[in-house]
């Protein structure tokens, strides 16, 4: 086959594929089963259960510090809205903000302490959004989603380990 019939190929699957009414659970299935088939599911693994959960990359920066902002008089939820927005409620956790911003994470707790409540925000700490991660994953409970999701975790372990015997995990 060619690069024009293959090109031609690929179009007419992806028009097929769009014309679909699907779930965004019933695209991961659809996508998982596809690279199986394919014989690809090792590629797509990491991937897919990056789909299913809807996380963005996280900044491995503060975008901008608390401290630094142009309006000093800003408030705290505003602060969090404006800058971490794209982030918030798509794994971004209160303990991400403490490593980005100190003095935000500072505010934040401040707020909570004076007002007790996230300001409307989508903004767990870490135990939250391992529940609601947990919740989500528990949702794929087919035997080839539990093989899947079991063989990520063993791949995970075995980075963590292997960075925390070189002294490279953070702890």
Not at 36 to 46: G, I, V
Not at 135 to 159: H, Y
Request: charged share 30%; net charge negative; aromatic share 10%.
């Amino acid at each position: 086959m060619n690069m024009p019939e293959t090109t031609a190929l690929v179009k007419r699957f992806t028009k097929e594929i769009r014309s679909l009414d699907m779930t965004p659970k019933e695209q991961a299935a659809f996508y998982r089963m596809l690279g199986e088939r394919l014989s690809l599911s090792h590629h797509l693994r990491p991937e897919s259960v990056a789909a299913v959960m809807d996380k963005p990359k996280l900044p491995e920066t503060a975008p901008e510090l608390f401290a630094q902002r142009v309006d000093s008089r800003e408030k705290i939820i505003p602060f969090l809205q404006r800058v971490y927005g794209s982030w918030l409620g798509r794994g971004f956790t209160r303990n991400h903000l403490s490593d980005l911003d100190k003095q935000a994470y500072v505010a934040f707790k401040n707020h909570l302490y004076y007002h007790g409540d996230t300001g409307g925000l989508n903004f767990p700490t870490i135990d939250e959004q391992i529940d609601h991660d947990f919740e989500r994953l528990t949702e794929f409970d087919d035997d080839a989603s539990k093989q899947e999701l079991e063989g990520e975790i063993v791949a995970l372990r075995r980075i963590h380990h292997f960075l925390q015997s070189r002294g490279k995990s953070g702890d």
